[in-house]
Structure formats: structure tokens, C-alpha cells
């Protein structure tokens, strides 16, 4: 059973989400950041941090992933539409706008192959490990249900 959700409960997602995406930089700026300043506007001061327009760029993807979730992952706005569905029009959303932001923002080198790869690779393993976390927090709520359940029908 899904709260009803108010303003304030979307602004928490987004800046959530968009915490989560800011620590996965941080990592990759710290790990990669040198030498990655050359080929990416996302890295481009290297170990020293993020800038104002990348965590910007950052902010706008995490809205949009906000907006994806509320429009495919809830029903909100679509009623008739089945799981499967709904995921691969979530993550192909994400997948779009990440394409774009790279090309608009020079995230990497959009004509070198080795940069697709590695775009792929990463986002293939964010993905798996958002669907991991999302199965986990999944079961232990119907955990948490199932007792609440068994606990009313001891009560009876």
C-alpha cells in the first residue's frame, strides 16, 4: 500500500536521488578524476571536485529520473500499463536523457567507442544495483506486512 504522497515527499525523492548521484561522482572524480579531466566536462577539475555546472547537469538528471519514477513506476498517470513495460520505458527514459546530457554537456567523447562502452558498462551496473536495492527494500516491506498481517489475526 503506497502513502499518499505530497510535495514534500517528491522533493525528498529527488534530492535523494540526487545525493546518491552526487556520492557516485565524488567516487568517480576521486578514483578516475585525473585522468579523466581530458575527455570529460563531468571530471574536468579532476580529484579537486565537482563543478557548480556538473553537479547543475547532475541536479537536472536527478529530476528527471523523479519525473520517470512518479510517470512509470507509480500509478499516478498510467493505470493500464504492466511491470515490464513500465521498467524498460523508465530505464529507456533514463537511458535518453543520459545520451543527450553526454552530448550536450560533453560528458565524454560521443565519437569514441571506448567511451560508449564504458557509459554502458556503468549504467548497466547502476542499474542492477538500483534493482537489487529496490528488490531488498521490496521484501522487507512485504516482511513487515506479512507480520502486521500475522500479528492482527493472532489479536482476533
Given at each position: 500500500m503506497e502513502d499518499?504522497?505530497?510535495i514534500f515527499?517528491y ?16 567516487i ?7 585522468g579523466a ?7 574536468e ?12 547537469q ?7 529520473i ?8 507509480t ?5 493500464n500499463m504492466?511491470?515490464?513495460?513500465r521498467n524498460?520505458?523508465f530505464?529507456?527514459?533514463i537511458v535518453?536523457?543520459?545520451?543527450v546530457?553526454?552530448v550536450?554537456?560533453d560528458w565524454f567523447p560521443?565519437?569514441?567507442?571506448k ?6 558498462v ?6 542492477a544495483l ?5 528488490k ?11 507480520q502486521?498481517l500475522?500479528k ?5
Amino acid at each position: 500500500m503506497e502513502d499518499r504522497k505530497t510535495i514534500f515527499s517528491y522533493i525528498g525523492q529527488l534530492f535523494a536521488t540526487y545525493g546518491i548521484i552526487v556520492v557516485i561522482f565524488m567516487i568517480f572524480s576521486v578514483t578516475i578524476g585525473d585522468g579523466a579531466k581530458e575527455h570529460s566536462s563531468l571530471f574536468e577539475i579532476g580529484k579537486q571536485g565537482l563543478t557548480l555546472a556538473t553537479l547543475f547537469q547532475l541536479l537536472i538528471l536527478a529530476f528527471i529520473i523523479t519525473v520517470a519514477q512518479i510517470l512509470f513506476l507509480t500509478d499516478k498517470l498510467i493505470k493500464n500499463m504492466n511491470l515490464i513495460a513500465r521498467n524498460v520505458c523508465f530505464f529507456g527514459c533514463i537511458v535518453v536523457a543520459m545520451i543527450v546530457f553526454a552530448v550536450c554537456f560533453d560528458w565524454f567523447p560521443v565519437t569514441e567507442v571506448k567511451a560508449w562502452i564504458g557509459f554502458g558498462v556503468s549504467f548497466v551496473i547502476c542499474t542492477a544495483l538500483s534493482i537489487i536495492i529496490s528488490k531488498l527494500e521490496e521484501n522487507a516491506e512485504n516482511k513487515k506486512m506479512e507480520q502486521a498481517l500475522a500479528k492482527l489475526q493472532s489479536d482476533k
